[in-house]
């Protein structure tokens, strides 16, 4: 081997290869015939078994009110299998296989008589893992979280201390506000330490959001960039080319700021500004990803109204489609003041980013499906081309695509061939796709077999989900008592209303229009 082979030779590090694979374990899925379990957990779970990546022994529990047999629950997911799977055809040979684990228990949350029952089954997997290591999947309203915990830990089934291990995972909404989600977080410890709850934000699942950390601290070019030296300001897209279509009623109770700001755009913030951790341990990265929250500046009411734009859609066209008003959407109230759309500015107050703007925002039937990061750095002083290529000379940017065309983008100036002297802006690509295939695991299976090992790096920890709400409060606290005035409503398939462009250019900023799927 030559000098040159060692050099092209790809160090590849991997991180997954020493850790541990999950112990046997049973899985209890509470709301086991709502969505969630059909769309993204049964799938996942089937894909992680494909991949030979499920305990040696392993039992899915569903627990539901309704009468079922394991039988019709098992068909009744096949053919949701159908529709949800990311791999297509369904391998009937391994849906079998798998199939034969799971089992169903039929029961009401409120009755503790059930969960005796659900005690018995877990029992009859024998004495040993399947009956003691335990997932409590919580696929249910967040108001039933403490009975639930309760009943289990009455049931015998949830210990905190002990030799086998029981975890606790939960969906979001993680309360309404910081008062809320202290309380459920007070109720789920009163049964369980905390690194016994495991609580789901599904964006740090993708493959492009745990990819933050690996580009950021393994490529010392981007690294020492990364500070307000030389980036001039920060946009975070994430838009949906989607109505709220027929979940008309949570969407009344959240609006975009808690359904999509408190959590994903938060952490995507999060893992994009935090200081690098000491080790890529779980709680070495969450304590980082809190600090930086604490430093994100607290707007006051009279700053909600400058630097916080909502918005609401109305009636309009969406890719050739035409779209109903939210006021029009089912269980919506006809004169709902719901915002469907939110920009914001922000500051973080600490020594690495003082200064910098972040500009954040997402919505509802907006031109595309597109979440993004863009990193704008400072320009160059444009002392050598101004006479011939005018004053504004394009300043470079980063992009990180993280859905859909999944990749990063380098944009640059360069010489336009030719005898005269002309500059623009081109770009260097890196597609996931061309370099690693067509290999995208769901957020699911990667959060499902995290919750299974027991690593709570990818889950959100109490302080942070606590954290994050004191962002949004501040925020729905300078709106309180304050109607959508008519500035505020945008038309469906436009990017929201005019005020989240003045936002930005009042700095002399301008959004940039994503990559997405239009
Ligand atoms: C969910 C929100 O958490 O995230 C939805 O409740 C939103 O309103 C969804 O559509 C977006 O997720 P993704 O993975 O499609 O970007």
Known sequence: MTDLDLVNEPMICRLGESRKPAEPCSIVIFGASGDLTARKLIP???????????????RVVGFARREKTDESWRQE????????????????????????????????LTDAGAYQKLECLLTGFGSGPLRENLLFYLAISPSQFGEVVEHVHRAGLLNKDGAAWQRIVVEKPFGHDLNSAHALNNELTRFAHERQVFRIDHYLGKETVQNILMFRFSNSIFERLWNRESVDHVQITVSEKLGVGGRGGYYEEAGALRDMVQNHMLQVLALITMEPPVSLEAEAIRDEKVKLLKSIRPLRSDEVLRQVVRGQYFAGMVGGESRPGYRQEIKVRPDSHVETFVALKLFIDNWRWSGVPF???????????????????????NVLFAAQCGERLDSNALTLRLQPNEGISLRFNGKVPGTSLAVRP?????????????????????????????????????????????????IRAGWEGKALTNREFYAAGTWGPIAAEELLARAGHAWHEPQGRK
């Not at 996942?44 to 499920?54: I, R």
């Not at 034969?100 to 228990?105: G, K, M, P, S």
């Not at 500009?359 to 002083?381: C, D, H, W």
């Open 77 to 108: 997911l096949r053919i949701a299998l159908d529709q949800f799977s990311r791999t297509k055809p369904v391998d009937e040979t391994v849906w079998r296989e798998f199939a034969a684990n799971l089992v169903y228990c039929q029961g009401d």
């Open 359 to 381: 500009y954040l925002r997402t919505g509802k039937n907006l031109p595309m499906s597109a979440s993004e990061v863009r990193i704008q750095f400072r320009s160059t002083p």
């Open 426 to 474: 081109v770009r260097m690509h890196f597609s996931y796709d061309s370099e690693f295939g067509a290999y995208t695991p769901e957020a699911y299976e990667r959060l499902l077999l995290e919750a299974m090992v027991g690593d709570a790096t990818l889950f959100i920890r109490r302080d942070e989900v606590e954290t994050a709400w004191q962002i949004v409060d501040s």
């Open 44 to 58: 996942a779970l089937y894909h992680l078994f494909k991949e030979k990546q499920m305990p040696v022994a392993f």
